[in-house]
């Protein structure tokens, strides 16, 4: 196994990410598609063995305080081996000193966290897709129900107005 990670964006198998996305059920875009968005993307890792595309992940950002991210994925017979966190690390690394936000499946909840990731209250998303889509995210865990309010935290004014120092 020689393990390497590009972070360029020309001389990529694109044809390779739309699968790999695909095969985790993450996007369903073909390779043009797939070599459009990475390429806008602000920051991309892509891992490699040898001269197999085995990896990818890219950033959307503003390079200097704010950033997300998404398609961080690992092919499964390479999984458990630390090459997750290798990508996820040299994506992290190209957004140093953003804010960096993410939304991801819950089983890969507690894997954020141990890259110092926590859990939003207010985090909001408006997503593309028919009802049927919807559902299907609410049920995994992704939406939580329209409407949805957390018990102890009813919506209402800030008391004492936003002082607080975070951009948002
Ligand atoms: C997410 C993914 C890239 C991680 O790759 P991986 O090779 O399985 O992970 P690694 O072996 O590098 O593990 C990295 C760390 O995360 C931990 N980890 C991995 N999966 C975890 C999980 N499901 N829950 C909790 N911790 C997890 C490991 O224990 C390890 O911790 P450590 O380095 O502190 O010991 C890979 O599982 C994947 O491609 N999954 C399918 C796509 C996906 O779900 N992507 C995330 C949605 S954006």
Redesign the pocket.
């Known amino acids: 196994m020689s393990v390497y990670i590009k972070t360029t964006k020309e001389d990529i198998d694109y044809e390779a990410v739309a699968a790999l996305l695909n095969s ?1 059920g ?1 996007s369903g875009r073909n390779a043009d598609e797939q070599e459009k968005i990475f390429k806008s993307s602000y920051a991309v890792s892509f891992l490699y063995d040898g001269d197999k595309l085995i ?1 990818c992940a890219r950033a959307l950002s503003d390079g200097v305080c704010e950033a997300a ?8 017979e ?11 690390e040299s994506i992290l690394e190209q957004v140093r000193g953003c804010n960096i936000i ?4 819950p ?5 954020y ?3 110092g990731f926590r859990r939003q209250k207010t985090g909001m998303a408006i997503y593309q897709g028919n009802a049927d889509d919807l559902k299907r995210m609410e049920k995994t865990g992704f939406l939580l129900p329209e409407g949805y309010r957390f018990s102890d935290n009813e919506l209402g004014r800030p008391v004492g107005g936003n002082d607080e120092k975070t951009e948002i």
Do not use: C, P
């Not at 993410?102 to 499946?105: A, D, E, G, P, V």
């Not at 089983?107 to 894997?111: K, L």
């Open positions: 985790f993450m990896g991210l998404y398609n961080i994925a690992l092919a499964r390479y999984h458990g081996r630390k090459l997750g966190r290798m990508l996820i993410l939304y991801t499946h089983r890969t909840v507690a894997m966290e141990k890259f």
